[in-house]
């Protein structure tokens, strides 16, 4: 069964710099591939979604990529700023079905 | 505009106790409905998915339900809760294939 996994670490950086955030599948390359945002005792938001067929998508200061070769997604937030402090989701979808298979998650800190 | 609401926000229950709780969607029609739970430091877990009035999916075997009376209502249910049940509950609806999912502020579910 597909599998996703980010870094269950949190990552730390200063404000002003670029983050780099990575979500890993083990099985089949999904036909897309969404991140979301989620603030502490929060739903999670949604922010951008990469096609198979696509290998970079931006909106404003973030960018993703997607690599089917490597089965990795990038996601980078530019210039980031305390408010961008939060988990982010990698998410995508079970091959065909109603599914949305979600990664736990990594926490991202940004310090002023 | 589109809105989604979960209640309660918070819960505390008693083991044996039963359980309802409720998510409706405002500003659009038939939409796929969700009940995903989340562990802390987990993802999210699929429990329930609806494509349309009265018509549930069981992802996950244990003893909560879900029904869907309207077109715009999702309801999670049990008869016993157990210690296990414990965790934040979180309702979302989505338009498709490839469409972003809309979560709730989610119902954080304390089992004593």
């Known amino acids: 069964s597909q599998k996703i996994e980010q870094n269950s670490e949190a990552l730390n950086i200063q404000e002003g710099k670029t983050a780099t955030l990575t979500c890993n599948y083990t099985n089949y390359s999904p036909a897309y591939l969404q991140w979301y945002r989620q603030d502490p005792g929060r739903g999670p938001v949604f922010l951008l979604l990469i096609r198979e067929n696509e290998k970079e998508k931006r909106k404003e200061r973030l960018k993703v990529t997607f690599d089917t070769t490597l089965k990795q997604s990038l996601f980078h937030i530019t210039a980031s700023q305390p408010a961008d402090s939060a988990t982010y989701l990698c998410a995508l979808d079970d091959a065909g079905g109603f599914k949305t298979i979600f990664g736990a998650g990594t926490r991202l800190f940004v310090k002023a | 505009s589109q809105t989604i609401h979960q209640w309660p926000a918070t819960l505390v229950q008693p083991v044996g106790s039963p359980l309802s709780l409720e998510c409706t969607v405002e500003?659009?029609?038939?939409?796929?409905l969700y009940w995903y739970r989340q562990a802390a430091g987990r993802g999210l877990q699929l429990l329930f998915y609806s494509v349309g009035i009265g018509q549930i999916s069981s992802e996950v075997p244990q003893n909560l339900s879900a029904s869907r009376p309207q077109d715009r209502q999702f309801i999670l249910s049990s008869k016993k809760l157990l210690l296990s049940d414990s965790g934040f509950y979180l309702c979302?609806?989505?338009?498709?294939?490839?469409?972003?999912?809309?979560f709730g502020d989610g119902t954080r579910l304390s089992i004593l």
């Open positions: 500003g659009t029609s038939n939409p796929n």
């Open positions: 979302a609806w989505d338009q498709g294939r490839e469409q972003p999912q809309h």
